[in-house]
């Protein structure tokens, strides 16, 4: 395989923002995820949790619920508006401010209107029309502010939670039909943060006193109540059989609950709390957010993971069968956006690393060691160091970035414009900071980007808004417009440029895989489907091929020039690649070619990166996959001519979590990037503090 030298950076200080709300679209199988700096991130479960789309954040926005309806996606928050997003471009579509701040907001099961809860105690019902949401009319007013809301199935009821009080109203009439006390503290009044309402009328309420309760909403009466946690429950949410109830909060315990008939009458029917588990000690913050997704159990909050469990199967020790069901279902997946945020100027050793309000560029370190024992640190003879650290000026927060290979061209997108920045580095590649000059004039015809690159001969690449792939060519005062192809079908989610920079291949969220000839300007056609989405791709720097990985962590490779399959390809798809390789849910989110050795490939995950080499044969199902991991000292028990040892993939498990793993073109360099979560935890603010067992 070779030797590798790795540059080891952690000192890219990202910190994910802490998840605010949930929106399930049971239509499309997608969940949209809003979080505290107004980002909203849409996942498909159905493709191993892949992150299919990011609204990028705004300094002026505020997202305190999220809402699908009919294929569209609305938000509300304290600062008094409505936002209906434009999913396809990834931008916010319109806002419209009503001057309430909105606590909750739910939709009707027709999905024909919206309900909001406010700071001043009124429910405000809004109609969903094509250009919009239109105000309709207010249900009665009530002291103390809304700050939970639930619609009933027959949309002629909405349950509200307020302070000391829950109230069922009647759609239809506007006023209120029931008012329900909860047991008010002596110490401070009972906020009852979330509700949730069954087809039989059967309230679920979690409040500030710890308490999740079930109540009979036709009498007002209550039915059970749980002292489940020891501190305000924020989040309750319910199964669509309503049989199955679930809340969490500020203890982070995820209490279940399960609707059984107490002597099999079918007639009296009782709420207990489960004898399972759901989750453990999955978080270590508040849970502000709780939603039943399809057959997922999701929760999230402030310690920004997203964590999955199963709503219905439950642990079985006893039975390994249903372990293991149970566990396929379990995952905590660590909230790095699944799309670079790291990019390398190779010539003057540059990182990039893009934060949402700002760009740092670093000039990475060196070393004057060219050999040593596998593991070793090697001796520094330059440290890293910030060279330059580029604020953005508007509200919105950076989509994409990339620096040109020669380090002298900076670029990055909003949701609203390019920008460009020419760099005047340093002639002798000193710590000295580059002088900026920002490009004054861009063509009329840029559209905003969600992924932009460039060619080894500094042409600016980008997949625009609008579907297509525009090709800028480099001024310092004003660039041009060298060619924008024909848009695709749907939102290109990755871009890749071939290194002589002769193809670019795109990927959209239709499925569809072009590749076009930059120097014809010609679309040269469309690769091949299939089932699962494209995670990952790029060029052979001398092959002129495509490698791709897939959500089920398959790799093809096609020609760039036939778009047929390669002969690795094939012997892959006759043979078949390791069960284990397949069964990791971790989803492979970089794919860099050895640049002295085509034959050679790194792909990275969340937990590990791996070096493939085509040249030898692909492992047996029999054989050791994890054999002994790269950057370990070698063990001494274990022989080189080792039988299996032999096969084509070489996994380092060292460096976890990573956010970025590449070849670089310096010969036998590997730059990794990783973010510890014990960093991330410092970073967060404290939790409730808990007892634990011997202390």
């Avoid at 149970?326 to 945020?341: A, G, V």
């Amino acid at each position: 395989m070779g030797e590798f030298r790795l540059h080891h950076v952690k000192f890219f200080e990202y910190l994910p923002s802490a998840i605010q709300c949930f929106a399930y679209d049971e239509t499309r199988k997608l969940l949209a995820v809003g979080r505290v700096d107004a980002s909203v991130e849409i996942w498909n479960p159905e493709e191993r949790w892949y992150q299919e789309r990011v609204i990028p954040g705004s300094e002026k926005r505020r997202i305190d619920a999220l809402v699908w309806a009919r294929g569209r996606l609305f938000s509300a928050g304290l600062q008094g508006d409505i936002v209906e997003y434009d999913v396809k471009k990834q931008a916010p579509k319109k806002s419209t401010y009503y001057g309430n701040g909105f606590w909750c907001m739910a939709c009707n099961h027709a999905e024909t209107y919206l309900a909001t809860g406010s700071e001043d105690g009124c429910v405000r019902l809004y109609e969903i029309g094509e250009e919009g949401v239109t105000f309709e009319r207010p249900l009665d007013n009530q002291e103390g502010r809304i700050v939970s809301l639930a619609w009933h199935h027959t949309d002629e009821v909405i349950v509200t939670g307020s302070v000391d009080n829950i109230r069922v109203w009647n759609v239809t009439t506007g006023h209120a039909i029931q008012r329900i006390s909860v047991q008010r503290s002596p110490v401070a009044p009972t906020i009852v943060w979330s509700v949730a309402v069954t087809k039989d009328m059967t309230i679920i309420s979690g409040d500030s006193s710890g308490r999740t309760q079930f109540w009979n909403g036709k009498m007002g009466t209550l039915l059970r109540s749980f002292a489940s946690h020891r501190a305000d429950v924020q989040a309750v949410c319910v199964t669509s059989d309503g049989m199955t109830a679930f809340s969490s909060g500020v203890h982070p315990l995820i209490a279940k609950f399960e609707l059984v008939d107490k002597d099999r009458s079918g007639t009296n029917k009782i709420w207990v709390p489960s004898r399972s588990k759901v989750g453990g000690n999955d978080h270590t913050h508040d849970v502000k957010a709780l939603t039943v997704a399809g057959d997922f159990l999701v929760s999230g909050g402030v310690d920004t993971n997203l964590v999955i469990n199963s709503s219905a199967l439950v642990p079985q020790t006893h039975n390994l069968k249903g372990k293991d069901a149970y566990l396929r279902y379990r995952r905590k997946i660590i909230s790095f956006p699944q799309r670079n945020l790291v990019c390398c100027a190779s010539k003057p050793n540059l990182l990039v690393l893009q934060y949402p309000t700002y760009l740092e560029v670093w000039r990475l370190g060196s070393t004057q060691a060219v050999s040593g024992n596998n593991g070793d640190q090697l001796p520094l003879a330059e440290k890293p160091i910030k060279i330059l650290q580029l604020k953005i000026k508007g509200s919105d927060h950076i989509v994409c970035s990339a620096i040109s290979r020669c380090g002298t061209w900076l670029a990055y997108s909003d949701v609203d414009k390019v920008r460009l920045y020419n760099l005047i580095l340093s002639s002798d590649n000193s710590a000295l900071s580059p002088s900026v000059n920002k490009v004054p004039i861009m063509p009329t015809s840029l559209k905003p980007a969600h992924h932009m690159t460039f060619t080894s001969d500094n042409r600016l690449v980008l997949a625009s808004q609008d579907c297509s792939v525009q090709v800028l060519a480099m001024d310092s005062v004003q660039p041009t417009m060298l060619h924008s192809f024909s848009p695709q079908a749907d939102s290109i989610n990755l871009l890749s440029v071939s290194k002589d920079g002769g193809f670019i291949a795109a990927t959209d969220l239709a499925g569809e895989t072009h590749v076009y000839n930059l120097n014809k300007r010609k679309t040269v056609g469309k690769l091949p489907g299939y089932k699962h989405r494209v995670t990952a791709m790029n060029f052979d720097p001398k092959m002129a091929s495509l490698m791709i990985a897939y959500s089920d962590r398959t790799l093809k490779e096609f020609s760039a020039s036939t778009l047929s399959y390669t002969p690795w390809s094939r012997t892959v798809y006759k043979s078949g690649l390791h069960p284990a390789w397949l069964s990791r849910r971790d989803l492979i989110g970089q794919l860099t070619f050895n640049p002295q050795n085509s034959d050679q490939f790194l792909v990275q995950d969340q937990q590990s990166f791996t070096i493939i080499d085509k040249a030898k044969p692909l492992p047996r199902p029999h054989q050791k996959l994890y054999k002994e991991s790269l950057g370990s000292s070698p063990s001494p028990k274990k022989r080189k001519t080792d039988k299996e040892e032999q096969h084509s993939f070489s996994i380092c498990q060292k460096f976890k979590p990573l956010l970025f793993a590449g070849c670089l073109e310096d010969p036998g360099w590997i730059l990794i990037v990783e973010r510890p979560k014990q960093s991330i935890l410092e970073s967060l603010p404290p939790s409730l503090q808990q007892k634990k067992f011997g202390t």
